[in-house]
């Protein structure tokens, strides 16, 4: 998953009062193909990776990728998850 700029400005400051979304949870839906995921991190702008929580619903086939406290969007490059002996 992807939250590049794909034209814009990377330093953009939002206007004061302007309230940042928090990335905090993902559900991928009809995850059957991810019920092997075992590692999952959020690349940063600053390109290091954070940590981010992995569950799988075998009953309803949802795969969820959680950070507790949220991260900024604004501070999202992308979502990296897979299982480490394939990916």
Do not use: Q
């Not at 990377?10 to 193909?33: C, M, Q, R, W």
């Not at 086939?61 to 979502?79: A, M, Q, W």
């Amino acid at each position: 998953m992807s939250f590049w700029v794909e034209s814009g400005n990377y330093d953009y400051v939002p206007p004061s009062g302007y309230k940042v979304h928090l990335f905090t949870e993902v559900h991928i839906a009809n995850a059957d193909d991810f019920k092997d995921t075992d590692f999952a991190c959020v690349m940063g702008r600053n390109w290091r990776p954070i940590n981010i929580t992995i569950d799988y619903s075998e009953y309803t086939k949802v795969l969820t990728l959680r950070h507790k406290d949220g991260i900024p969007f604004n501070e999202v490059n992308f979502i990296k998850f897979g299982n480490s002996g394939k990916d």
